[in-house]
């Protein structure tokens, strides 16, 4: 029997007001799942909690079968984040910077070498591969942090928002990339504004509205739970976290 990527059971957290409420979400291994939800909602809050950046008040996460909280390093092993916006060394090029990484990782300087040039050439980054990245524009920086993040090969790739303020060609080569892991084998799990982009790529769309996820399924499931036939990802998303008055209403998928 196959283990899911990710299984999430009543996931609480809480700053001011509660932000992720008693989320339950589970992500298959070996599929591309976008998490779609407006500003606020607790998308990237849940993703932090499972990526290990934050702790949770209260719930489970289980990547692979491994518990994070009980054993958040060797759950980490498995995961690769990517925030929105890239985090990488300005003073080191991106073939120190992937080495760096790699040797974080406990990845062999001889494996790290060879998979950070493969990474480098995918991602069109080769002729800046000796170039600080301090120099860098916002398209080059976040290839860069998906380098950072691939290179010890992780089994669930998990991006928050990846395409934000990147130009036509350098989104197209991410998504290339995105969709190439995909059928390698990796999970891939993302969170983006750009629902023509979660329309294209994902299998299953998961929606999240005040923390808790109110509705899931391909985009042909979700186009039948809202009722809208042949609509697009956007109107049944809106359809789906508007109610009446303009609140979130869960949907039953039954």
């Not at 090029?93 to 060879?114: C, D, I, N, S």
């Not at 042909?220 to 809106?238: C, P």
Request: charged share 25%.
């Amino acid at each position: 029997m196959q283990v899911n990527a990710l299984e999430i059971r009543d996931l609480c957290k809480k700053f001011d007001r509660p932000a992720v409420d008693h989320l339950n979400l589970t992500v298959r291994a070996g599929e591309f799942y976008a998490l779609l939800g407006p500003n606020g909602a607790g998308k990237t809050t849940s993703l932090r909690m499972v990526a290990g950046l934050l702790r949770p008040d209260a719930g489970s996460i289980s990547v692979f079968g491994r518990d994070v909280l009980a054993n958040p390093v060797e759950a980490k092993k498995t995961i690769a984040w990517v925030p929105d916006e890239p985090m990488i060394y300005d003073r080191l090029t991106p073939m120190e910077y992937l080495e760096f990484v790699a040797g974080l990782w406990g990845v062999q300087p001889a494996a790290a070498e060879k998979r950070a040039t493969e990474l480098l050439e995918w991602l069109k980054l080769a002729p800046h591969a000796h170039e600080r990245c301090e120099g860098f524009s916002k398209g080059m920086r976040q290839k860069v942090a998906l380098a950072g993040a691939l290179v010890h090969d992780p089994e669930l790739i998990i991006l928050d928002e990846p395409l934000t303020g990147l130009d036509a060609a350098s989104a197209r080569l991410v998504k290339d990339v995105l969709l190439q892991r995909v059928t390698q084998g990796a999970t891939v799990i993302m969170t983006t504004h750009i629902l023509e982009v979660a329309e294209r790529m994902a299998q299953r769309i998961g929606v999240i509205s005040q923390g808790r996820l109110v509705a899931e399924g391909t985009l042909g499931e979700l186009r039948k739970l809202a009722g809208k036939g042949e609509g697009t990802l956007e109107e049944v998303f809106l359809d789906i976290v508007s109610g009446p008055e303009g609140e979130a209403r869960e949907l039953d998928a039954a």
